[in-house]
T-cell receptor
Framework: DAGITQSPRHKVTETGTPVTLRCHQT?????MYWYRQDPGHGLRLIHY???????DKGEVSDGYSVSRSKTEDFLLTLESATSSQTSVYFC????????????FGPGTRLTVT | AQRVTQPEKLLSVFKGAPVELKCNYS??????LFWYVQYSRQRLQLLLR??SRESIKGFTADLNKGETSFHLKKPFAQEEDSAMYYC??????????????FGSGTRLQVQP
């Protein structure tokens, strides 16, 4: 599992509240990613990071922000949660060896009521 | 922009039948393609990558640049193959940085 954990694993929150999801990795990988998984859309990239304090927007970044102050932690924040952000969120790391491939965390199921 | 298309949402076959999960891509550069699998309520796992031309769990996939396809095949399906399968392309975003683009996924159901 490439030492990737996510917390919380499940969360129910109300519309308009801020929510922060945490991705933690233990293997010192430089590249980290946040995706959301929705039926009919597969996985869509929200934000990604190429290192501490180095982040970029992905395909569906509106309404989300990220921070990476330490190599091991990549935080995803929903500034003001909306029902359209109900989804399963996956964090991933990318290895930097011969093959460019990603390994995923267990996911966080977020419900916004 | 890069795009990955998986035209089938659901593929249902009987045990022992051949399986082909379709994947087409659009990318202006030289693509790196992958298949990921997600078993029920588990994390995504890398199944195979085109560059290593390997066979994992009996699955193979060949990159066809002329048809821009990377279909996943298995000659004899097993019940334990039932899962969600995602095709993914690694390419450079507008930012100049590499990221994966996923297809919408195909659910494979293998019936006994």
């Amino acid at each position: 599992d490439a030492g990737i954990t996510q917390s919380p694993r499940h969360k129910v929150t109300e519309t308009g509240t801020p929510v922060t999801l945490r991705c933690h990795q233990t293997e010192n990988h430089r590249y980290m990613y946040w995706y959301r998984q929705d039926p009919g859309h597969g996985l869509r990239l929200i934000h990604y990071s190429y290192g501490v304090k180095d982040t970029d927007k992905g395909e569906v970044s509106d309404g989300y922000s990220v921070s990476r102050s330490k190599t091991e932690d990549f935080l995803l924040t929903l500034e003001s949660a909306t029902s359209s952000q109900t989804s399963v969120y996956f964090c991933a790391i990318r290895t930097s060896g011969r093959f460019d491939e990603q390994y995923f965390g267990p996911g966080t199921r977020l419900t916004v009521t | 922009a890069q795009r990955v298309t998986q035209p089938e949402k659901l593929l249902s076959v009987f045990k022992g039948a051949p399986v082909e999960l379709k994947c087409n891509y659009s990318y202006s550069g030289s693509p790196e393609l992958f298949w990921y699998v997600q078993y029920s309520r588990q994390r995504l796992q890398l199944l195979l990558r085109h560059i290593s031309r390997e066979s994992i769990k009996g699955f193979t996939a060949d990159l066809n640049k002329g048809e821009t396809s990377f279909h996943l095949k298995k000659p004899f399906a097993q019940e334990e193959d039932s899962a969600m399968y995602y095709c993914a392309l690694s390419g450079f975003m507008d930012t100049g940085r590499r990221a994966l683009t996923f297809g919408s996924g195909t659910r494979l159901q293998v019936q006994p």
